[in-house]
């Protein structure tokens, strides 16, 4: 039977880049045709699309792992690899996205917002990429991008209009099961609710006349909260994140058995643990509900919004149509507030930036997508395409940044797998070749990817 999951984790991996073609044209009566290699296609990012048909991350408890399709290789001709097709993983409204450090990188609030969870390698360059005045016949090509690849973890927070709130075995989940079609387990002991149940009430009466139609508006079931709650105690700090977005919230307390806990200590010890976990939720719109009053054989006190049985259904009536009110009052502001915001919010990776550390043996690490895309060439043994990285290197300013952060004269240096033997120059990188040569080249070649 599937399960209510909120939180779970995801493994996204962008596709691989293809990688450009090496390749010259040859065809009977073309002398000397050319260099014709085609590139390599894009791998395919990962992207996670809030959809409101999806109610929980059940299908990531098991499946974490997402992947992008790997981008095709170029071939010869100047043909172009296909590119990688993108991986759209659904989750529910709601879904918050956190690095592993408990950072919030995103908040999926809304149906068809997306992200990029995981960005696919660009394809690279085919040797006709690389023709050139100075260079008639390149011999190499630029190898495809590694996709990214990060874990993160996912938290759903349920975009519910009513919340219910209230201490265990208080009648929440009869309530529920009273005003819309949700079906939760019900039993005369505390904590029958381990996970949140959500029910559509539809309205009529007096919220209905304010709309002409019926309203309807999402109700969810919370497990009992206890004193401490919002410490770690019980279950109510796991499913306290749920209140957070609730627009209006019902304080349910109970009659039954008033000389145990009277009801104006239980609305205390409630509205405390919500301030102490988020101190906005106490000025929500809410409406402070007796339950359970066919068990108080007493006089019903003074002081409630309303007071209900879930079982002879009174008071519902009223309840539903005060909530739908409210309900409608709050969609009013909000949509006041977000007037301006009401198109697809696509959340796109920061640009790519160069960053040079120094490493535990004394070496530096260049770390960043364009510098290792600058090196990222399928011979470097040959002196074109060695020139062909120290220009780009020269281009980044790699030279400048590993002056600045401290390199010395015969350092050694690591840009993704290539390494070599660094030397300042004032002009950047400058390559030099040629056995002999008593002019010392600012980069020297130590080890090839």
């Given at each position: 039977m599937a399960t209510f999951v909120d939180e779970a984790q995801l493994h996204a991996k962008g596709g691989d880049g293809g990688a450009g073609a090496v390749s010259f044209r040859r065809e009977a009566h073309v002398d000397k045709g050319g260099p014709d290699g085609g590139d390599g296609g894009r791998g395919g990012a990962v992207w996670l699309v809030a959809d409101r048909s999806q109610a929980s991350l059940l299908s990531f408890r098991d499946h974490p792992f997402r992947r992008g399709d790997n981008g095709s290789h170029g071939s010869s001709k100047r043909k172009h690899g296909a590119s990688g097709s993108d991986l759209i993983v659904k989750v529910p409204e709601g879904t918050v996205v956190r690095s592993l450090e408990g950072e919030i990188i995103c908040d999926l609030t809304s149906h068809g917002h997306r992200w990029m969870a995981a960005r696919g390698g660009q394809g690279?360059?085919?040797?006709?990429?690389?023709?050139?005045?100075?260079?008639?016949a390149p011999a190499f090509a630029e190898q495809g991008e590694t996709g990214e690849e990060t874990w993160f973890d996912l938290?759903?927070?349920?975009?519910?209009?009513?919340?219910?709130?209230?201490?265990?075995?208080?009648?929440k989940s009869t309530l529920i099961a009273s005003i819309s079609a949700a079906k939760p387990k019900i039993a005369d002991y505390p904590f029958t609710t381990l996970v949140p149940n959500l029910g559509v009430v539809r309205a009529g009466g007096a919220a209905a006349r304010r709309r002409d139609d019926a309203v309807e508006f999402v109700v969810?079931?919370?497990?009992?909260?206890?004193?401490?709650?919002?410490?770690?105690?019980?279950?109510?700090?796991?499913?306290?994140?749920?209140i957070e977005r609730a627009r209006v919230l019902v304080v349910l307390v109970d009659l039954a058995h008033p000389e145990q806990l009277p009801w104006q200590d239980q609305e205390a010890t409630l509205l405390s643990e919500l301030e102490h976990y988020q101190p906005d939720l106490i000025d929500r719109p809410r409406i402070l509900v007796g339950s359970r009053a066919d068990l108080n054989l007493e006089q019903v006190p003074e002081g409630l919004d309303l007071v209900i049985s879930s079982v002879t259904r009174e008071g519902l009536d009223a309840l539903v149509s005060r909530l739908a009110i409210k309900v409608v009052e709050a969609r009013e502001i909000v949509a006041v507030e977000r007037a301006d915001s009401d198109v697809e919010v696509?959340?796109?990776?920061?640009?790519?930036?160069?960053?040079?550390d120094r490493a535990l043996d004394g070496s530096w690490i260049v770390s960043g997508r364009p510098a290792e895309r600058a090196v990222a060439l399928s011979d470097l043994t040959g002196d074109d395409a060695l020139a062909e990285a120290v220009r780009r290197l020269d281009r980044?300013?790699?030279?400048?940044?590993?002056?600045?952060?401290?390199a010395k004269d015969g350092d050694e240096v690591q840009i993704g797998k290539f390494g070599f033997t660094w030397y300042s120059s004032s002009s950047g990188f400058n390559y030099e070749s040629g056995a002999g040569d008593d002019r010392r080249p600012s980069a020297q070649r130590r080890s090839n990817p």
């Amino acid at each position: 039977m599937a399960t209510f999951v909120d939180e779970a984790q995801l493994h996204a991996k962008g596709g691989d880049g293809g990688a450009g073609a090496v390749s010259f044209r040859r065809e009977a009566h073309v002398d000397k045709g050319g260099p014709d290699g085609g590139d390599g296609g894009r791998g395919g990012a990962v992207w996670l699309v809030a959809d409101r048909s999806q109610a929980s991350l059940l299908s990531f408890r098991d499946h974490p792992f997402r992947r992008g399709d790997n981008g095709s290789h170029g071939s010869s001709k100047r043909k172009h690899g296909a590119s990688g097709s993108d991986l759209i993983v659904k989750v529910p409204e709601g879904t918050v996205v956190r690095s592993l450090e408990g950072e919030i990188i995103c908040d999926l609030t809304s149906h068809g917002h997306r992200w990029m969870a995981a960005r696919g390698g660009q394809g690279g360059n085919g040797n006709a990429k690389f023709l050139s005045n100075s260079r008639r016949a390149p011999a190499f090509a630029e190898q495809g991008e590694t996709g990214e690849e990060t874990w993160f973890d996912l938290e759903l927070k349920l975009l519910a209009d009513v919340a219910l709130v209230g201490l265990p075995n208080v009648g929440k989940s009869t309530l529920i099961a009273s005003i819309s079609a949700a079906k939760p387990k019900i039993a005369d002991y505390p904590f029958t609710t381990l996970v949140p149940n959500l029910g559509v009430v539809r309205a009529g009466g007096a919220a209905a006349r304010r709309r002409d139609d019926a309203v309807e508006f999402v109700v969810a079931d919370i497990p009992g909260l206890i004193e401490g709650a919002s410490e770690g105690k019980g279950l109510g700090y796991q499913f306290l994140r749920h209140i957070e977005r609730a627009r209006v919230l019902v304080v349910l307390v109970d009659l039954a058995h008033p000389e145990q806990l009277p009801w104006q200590d239980q609305e205390a010890t409630l509205l405390s643990e919500l301030e102490h976990y988020q101190p906005d939720l106490i000025d929500r719109p809410r409406i402070l509900v007796g339950s359970r009053a066919d068990l108080n054989l007493e006089q019903v006190p003074e002081g409630l919004d309303l007071v209900i049985s879930s079982v002879t259904r009174e008071g519902l009536d009223a309840l539903v149509s005060r909530l739908a009110i409210k309900v409608v009052e709050a969609r009013e502001i909000v949509a006041v507030e977000r007037a301006d915001s009401d198109v697809e919010v696509i959340h796109q990776p920061l640009p790519d930036e160069v960053s040079v550390d120094r490493a535990l043996d004394g070496s530096w690490i260049v770390s960043g997508r364009p510098a290792e895309r600058a090196v990222a060439l399928s011979d470097l043994t040959g002196d074109d395409a060695l020139a062909e990285a120290v220009r780009r290197l020269d281009r980044l300013g790699i030279d400048r940044m590993l002056r600045r952060a401290g390199a010395k004269d015969g350092d050694e240096v690591q840009i993704g797998k290539f390494g070599f033997t660094w030397y300042s120059s004032s002009s950047g990188f400058n390559y030099e070749s040629g056995a002999g040569d008593d002019r010392r080249p600012s980069a020297q070649r130590r080890s090839n990817p």
